[in-house]
């Protein structure tokens, strides 16, 4: 079966550290999303990577994209308190009408 | 719509009982998803839709569970004889398709069955 893990589960940072999370399928993947889930909300859409070693940049969020399509990372460059939240990795296993399998999550808190 | 609706927002039931949780995606959307999430965990996929066919159902925990999407808008996910352990956020997502497989969620469906 598609097997994602997502690690860590969590991480508390101070404000103004980084953090990464880590996504891991263990079969290639058409591309992957990355959701944020703030507390009490539901996933929101942060991006999507379709291309092998793909880099993008959203202010402080660099998302990366492994070059063998079974991995990728998202990095938060000096946290703020409004990056509070659970980032999610959903693998997309078969094309934009495919299968969305989301990974456990890494809930990120941010001490001011 | 300019969202995805569900309906009920809340709905608590008796064990043994029937329920069906709606869906009203995006108008136009192709893809529509069923999730369960439970409380600090991301979520369970349950099944899909493509249009009016249900592409994948592997996630629905046994035959209690049906989901059905008949004109290709919106769906309905049934849940007969609940059980305790079926309490939890159900979430409908729909994504455009055809190169935007963007998901887009809705507000979930919080259910308690006592």
């Known amino acids: 079966g598609q097997q994602v893990m997502q690690i860590p589960q969590y991480q508390h940072v101070q404000e103004g550290e980084d953090f990464t999370t880590y996504c891991n399928s263990s079969?290639?993947?058409?591309?992957i999303q990355w959701y944020k889930q703030r507390p009490g909300g539901h996933p929101v859409f942060l991006i999507q990577?379709?291309?092998?070693?793909e880099v993008k940049k959203q202010k402080r969020l660099t998302f990366q994209f492994g070059e063998a399509k079974k991995n990728s990372s998202l990095h938060i460059t000096a946290t703020q308190t409004t990056d509070v939240g659970t980032y999610f990795c959903?693998?997309?296993?078969?094309?934009?009408?495919?299968?969305?399998?989301f990974g456990k999550g890494t809930k990120l808190s941010v001490k001011p | 719509g300019a969202g995805v609706s569900q309906s009920p927002r809340y709905k608590v039931t008796k064990r043994g009982q029937d329920v069906a949780l709606r869906c009203d995606p995006i108008s136009g959307h192709v893809s529509l998803y069923w999730y369960r999430q439970a409380l600090g965990q991301g979520p369970e996929f349950l099944t899909y839709f493509n249009y009016e066919a249900q592409q994948d159902k592997s996630g629905l925990p046994n035959d209690r569970f049906s989901a059905e999407r008949p004109e290709g808008s919106i769906s309905t996910l049934t849940i007969q004889r609940t059980e305790q352990r079926d309490s939890a956020m159900y979430r409908c997502?729909?994504?455009?398709?055809?190169?935007?497989?963007?998901?887009?969620f809705g507000q979930g469906t919080r259910l308690t069955v006592v």
């Open positions: 959903a693998l997309n296993y078969g094309g934009s009408q495919g299968n969305l399998i």
């Open positions: 997502a729909s994504s455009a398709g055809w190169g935007q497989p963007e998901a887009f």
């Open positions: 990577l379709v291309k092998s070693g």
């Open positions: 079969t290639t993947l058409s591309n």
